[in-house]
């Protein structure tokens, strides 16, 4: 129970509770619930907090030493470890600047009928948040403060000091006044305006030439300010026009609060989804009505029970950016746990922010994804910038175009699910497996059954090429199967013989530097019985 012991006072007094707490080092990775009685009658309550320390002052270049090379150690091959030493040797002054090895806790509030209410993220320490019944601050839900006993859990995600100590006041306030004129309730730093114009990538719908669908170009991981992004949702719906696309997935770190602003655009479909921001992984969940109570990933079998409450919500799930950083440099970034059912899992998230910066995990994540697809897993590879700033789209960008009739929230999602799913800096491609007649047999993320020794032909088509020449490579069965200099636009065929049950999928490089521009989802061939 939260208690009135020697509290601090603001203009607002002495708080009506207040905590102050001492977690060890040993009680990292772990959550701790608080208890309140809050009276009836209410307007809102104010919240602040404080965590001392917030940094690790000394050895941090050690520990990020340390950390950095036990990472590289564990990468899946050779060639990434290679490339991933190299990385860090050159960045080594730009990322031990950037990098900071910060003690972390992470609130989050419950009413009286155990309703999520919203999180209190580590940046808004020092600062005050609002919790009203018709206004709150971002990362909160506005709803009437009902009387009962109400729950804060404070997750110990990142304990690097040998202790940190946290300070936690509630106010309870009856009077309708406008608080950000006494408390300062801004967050520096945090808060980023749209230019009237952003550099617009070439993206846009282009038809799949099979029927009445298209394919749509967007955005699967994305923050707001209501986690740790810097735009609102308006915002962020104004960007993903201005960038020509057709949907973005609004994926807050574990908060649900953005949904009361997504409203209707004319030009963009939201899809609600929350990043499960947990200590041994982050899992992007799409298509949920409701916050995701996300300590479960971190029992026995959670990740299962996890999917479970996920499907059960109506929503899809990918494992997000799997070999990040670890902790402490990235809290919960790098996926760790080791009991995942790939049978329930729909998406896995091969290409995380933009390649140039992130060569070495993207190799990493797609290496995992092919030995996925080779143990018979029929996992659909997606993207997601995991947009945070502008700062995001200073390098060239993927976006993940899917097929679908009409780019509302149900296609896209079905779509997602079977596979139907081109993840693209620019070029627009279609792939599709043809009989011998020319029909098509199957397109991305389809299966086709052929009888043995059945010929047939794989057709493969590209725009939007760009100014640079291009390299494509047809895989089968996870193997460089054909490969093609892409120095025109256009259509490209190469003959198929069914031998045995395989997969084809694609990918298109920049031949001088290596660099991912495509990466498609598979085509499944099995045999006739």
């Known amino acids: 129970m939260l208690t009135s012991n020697n509290p601090p006072k603001n203009i607002l007094g002495s708080p009506d509770y207040f905590l102050r707490e001492t977690y060890k080092r040993s009680q990292r990775h772990d959550v701790f619930s608080y208890s309140l009685e809050i009276p009836s009658g209410l307007d809102k309550l104010v919240i602040s907090s404080s965590l001392s320390p917030r940094k690790k002052e000394q050895n941090s270049d050690e520990i990020i030493e340390k950390t950095v090379k036990s990472y590289i150690s564990r990468l899946p091959t050779a060639e990434i470890r290679k490339e991933a030493k190299k990385y860090f040797k050159e960045e080594k002054p730009r990322l031990y600047e950037k990098l900071e090895i910060n003690n972390a806790t992470v609130l989050a509030l419950f009413d009286g009928e155990r309703t999520f209410r919203g999180r209190y993220e580590t940046r808004f320490l020092d600062r005050y948040v609002i919790v009203g019944s018709s206004t709150s601050s971002p990362g909160f839900i506005s709803r009437p403060i009902k009387g009962g006993e109400w729950e804060i859990e404070v997750a110990t995600h990142t304990i690097v000091s040998d202790s940190v100590t946290l300070e936690l006041g509630v106010w309870c306030l009856e009077e309708d006044f406008d608080l950000d004129d006494e408390l300062e309730t801004e967050i520096p730093g945090f808060k980023e305006e749209l230019p009237p114009v952003v550099k617009k990538n070439s993206h846009s719908p282009y038809d799949a030439k099979d029927g009445e669908k298209k394919w749509f170009p967007g955005e699967l991981h994305t923050h707001s300010h209501h986690s740790d992004g810097k735009f609102s949702i308006s915002q962020l719906q104004e960007l993903m026009v201005q960038r020509g696309l057709s949907y973005f997935a609004l994926t807050d770190h574990n908060t649900v609060s953005g949904f009361e602003e997504m409203g209707h655009h004319p030009e963009l479909t939201i899809i609600p989804g929350m990043e499960v921001t947990a200590f041994g992984g982050h899992l992007v969940a799409l298509g949920i009505g409701e916050y995701l109570d996300w300590p479960i990933i971190e029992e026995e079998s959670g990740v299962e029970k996890l999917l479970q409450r996920i499907h059960k919500n109506g929503g899809i799930a990918s494992i997000a950016h799997p070999y990040s950083l670890p902790n402490p440099l990235c809290g919960g970034c790098h996926w760790e746990f080791s009991k995942v059912p790939y049978g329930q899992l729909e998406m896995f998230e091969v290409w995380n922010g933009t390649y140039k910066n992130n060569r070495y995990e993207m190799e990493s994540a797609i290496h995992r994804y092919e030995e996925l697809l080779a143990q018979g897993h029929r996992i659909v590879a997606v993207s997601g910038l995991d947009f945070h700033s502008l700062d995001d789209l200073k390098l060239e960008a993927p976006v993940t175009y899917i097929k679908a009739e009409e780019p509302t929230v149900g296609n896209l999602l079905t779509a997602l699910a079977e596979g139907s799913a081109i993840i693209s800096t620019g070029p627009k491609i279609r792939l599709n497996l043809l009989r011998a007649n020319g029909k098509i047999a199957a397109g991305v993320g389809q299966e086709a059954t052929f009888a043995r020794v059945e010929e047939g032909a794989i057709l493969f088509e590209i725009q ?51 660099e991912l521009k495509v990466f498609t989802n598979p085509i499944y061939i099995t045999s006739r019985k």
């Open 464 to 514: 939007n090429l760009g100014s640079s020449e291009l390299e494509a490579r047809l895989f089968k069965g996870g193997r460089v199967w054909s490969k093609e200099r892409l120095t025109r636009e256009g259509r490209f065929t190469f003959p198929y013989s069914h031998k045995e049950d395989t997969f084809i999928h694609l990918k298109i490089r920049d031949p001088e530097t290596n």
